[in-house]
Structures are given as structure tokens and as C-alpha cells.
């Protein structure tokens, strides 16, 4: 049973296109967060929800859009891809309160290549 | 604002050998935890250690143990005993308190590799 999962796991894709990568946790932690991870490994956070409620937004273009439905789901909507955007994206997720303070859980990563 | 700093971009360890990675970080929240994370060539960010700031022990966990030294602002990972198996990317990483909320900054990682 994978506590933190996104679909899909590899996204190939044209520039300019619009693509989504979808994340769901069942640990019933209530902040979920999206990371980038660039060619040279280097991982930065890009946007967090806590309760469906946006608290983290990073310098990130517009063309992203993260969306909560609830709190154990965070989507990830790229508009109008661009070569840059190519990447690996991870969902984690972590809970207030309890466990070691800001303890991330990640799922597997999604790799996004831009042709 | 968070600052996680690690100088070494690649090292090399002989097999059943210790090894230390470093890791610097600045902050000004007086409450913070530091991590390590392990990222093998599979790409899966696995969770090693962890480090409260008023933890007056180093943590260990097998054969990981981090070496704390507040005053420098220093988290070293010590890994004893290398296996093959250890060879991999490792990320420091703290969390701190903005707005209320926990946020966990990275360094740009070390990558690990084990020679037989």
C-alpha cells in the first residue's frame, strides 16, 4: 500500500502543451507539497497545502497551478510547457504535530521530459 | 530565511570504510530539525536521519550517525562500514517555521560512490 503516490511516473510531451500530474496520500497527513528536482539534482520546493489551503508559493511561473480538493490529494497543472520545465517532480507530504517536525514523505516522482 | 550548504559534490569511500558528508546550514529560528535523505540511482528520496535542534544527543540510526555541532552550525553524516549499496546522491535538508507552517530546504547534495 504506497503512502504517497503520483501519476504519471514519466510524462513525455511537446512544448506548449498542457499537461497534469496528480499526487494522493493515505497518511492521513494534512500538508502535502510539490518539489522540483532539476538536471544537476538540486531539489526546490515549489508550492505547499495544508488542509486544502495554499500556505507555500515559491518564485514559480503562473503557468503553474497547484490544486487541492482535499487534503490528500495535490495536483500539479503546467500550462504552455517549456524546455526548462523538463524535471523531476516530487509530491511529499508531512503532518503538523506530529513525528519529527517537518519530516517529508515522498512519493516515487514524476519525470517530465519537454521535447 | 533557511541556508543549507553542502560543499562536496561527489566523494569516494573504499568499500567496508567510514565516511563523513558535510553539511552547513544558517537559520534564524531557534527551533529547527535537520535531515538526511538518501536518493539512489532508482530516484526514490529515502529518509536516513534526524536531528532536533535542542536534541542534546547525536542521532543514530544503524549504521548512519549525525554529528551535530550547533555552535558551528554543522550536521555531518557519518556512514560506517560502506556497502556497495550506499552509493547514491545525499541530500542535507532543514526544516524551520515560516508562517507557522514547516518548510524544508535542501543542499544541493553529494553523491556518494563506494569502490570495491
Known amino acids: 500500500d504506497t503512502a504517497v503516490s503520483q501519476t504519471p511516473k514519466y510524462l513525455v510531451t511537446q512544448m506548449g502543451n498542457d499537461k497534469s500530474i496528480k499526487c494522493e496520500q493515505n497518511?492521513?497527513?494534512?500538508?502535502m507539497y510539490w518539489y522540483k528536482q532539476d538536471s544537476k539534482k538540486f531539489l526546490k520546493i515549489m508550492f505547499s497545502?495544508?488542509?486544502?489551503?495554499?500556505?507555500i508559493n515559491e518564485t514559480v511561473p503562473n503557468r503553474f497551478s497547484p490544486k487541492s480538493p482535499d487534503k490528500a490529494h495535490l495536483n500539479l497543472h503546467i500550462n504552455s510547457l517549456e524546455l526548462g520545465d523538463s524535471a523531476v517532480y516530487f509530491c511529499?507530504?508531512?503532518?503538523?504535530?506530529?513525528?519529527?517536525?517537518?519530516?517529508?514523505?515522498f512519493g516515487e516522482g514524476s519525470r517530465l521530459t519537454v521535447l | 530565511a533557511q541556508k543549507i550548504t553542502q560543499t562536496q559534490p561527489g566523494m569516494f569511500v573504499q568499500e567496508k570504510e567510514a565516511v563523513t558528508l558535510d553539511c552547513t546550514y544558517d537559520?534564524?529560528?531557534?527551533?529547527?530539525?535537520l535531515f538526511w535523505y538518501k536518493q539512489p540511482s532508482s530516484g526514490e528520496m529515502i529518509f536516513l536521519i534526524y536531528?532536533?535542534?535542542?536534541?542534546?544527543q547525536n542521532a543514530t540510526e544503524g549504521r548512519y550517525s549525525l554529528n551535530f555541532q550547533k555552535a558551528r552550525k554543522s550536521a555531518n553524516l557519518v556512514i560506517s562500514a560502506s556497502q556497495l549499496g550506499d552509493s547514491a546522491m545525499y541530500f542535507c535538508?532543514?526544516?524551520?517555521?515560516?508562517?507557522?507552517?514547516?518548510?524544508?530546504?535542501f543542499g544541493t547534495g553529494t553523491k556518494l560512490q563506494v569502490i570495491p
Open positions: 497518511l492521513g497527513h494534512d500538508t
Open positions: 497545502y495544508n488542509n486544502k489551503e495554499l500556505i
Open positions: 511529499a507530504s508531512s503532518h503538523r504535530g506530529q513525528g519529527r517536525a517537518g519530516e517529508l514523505f
Open positions: 535538508a532543514m526544516s524551520g517555521a515560516s508562517g507557522g507552517y514547516q518548510k524544508v530546504t
Open positions: 536531528q532536533g535542534s535542542y536534541d542534546q
Open positions: 537559520t534564524s529560528d531557534p527551533s529547527y530539525g
